[in-house]
């Protein structure tokens, strides 16, 4: 997914998103991936332009979440 003008499928966008919480989210790592930038940039502009982004947009997971999430996901392992 590095080249800006790639087409992506819409199965490999739905495999991305997840429900927690009864919302559907998107890991910042996977966001950036599809925008072809690095994670850091993402997060940064949403600090920066933090009135752009609604507070839907914004979704911090809980540490038992985020181990949750790991141990469903082999890609997530750090």
Not at 19 to 38: C, E, F, G, H, N
Not at 42 to 61: A, G, T
């Amino acid at each position: 997914m590095s080249d800006k003008n790639q087409i992506i499928a819409v199965s490999d966008i739905k495999k991305r998103i997840f429900t927690i919480r009864s919302v559907q989210v998107m890991i910042d790592r996977d966001l950036a991936k599809l925008y072809a930038v690095p994670t850091k940039r993402i997060n940064e502009q949403v600090k920066r332009n933090i009135e752009r982004f609604p507070d839907s947009f914004r979704f911090q997971l809980r540490d038992k979440e985020k181990i949750e999430l790991v141990a469903n996901c082999d890609r997530f392992e750090e």
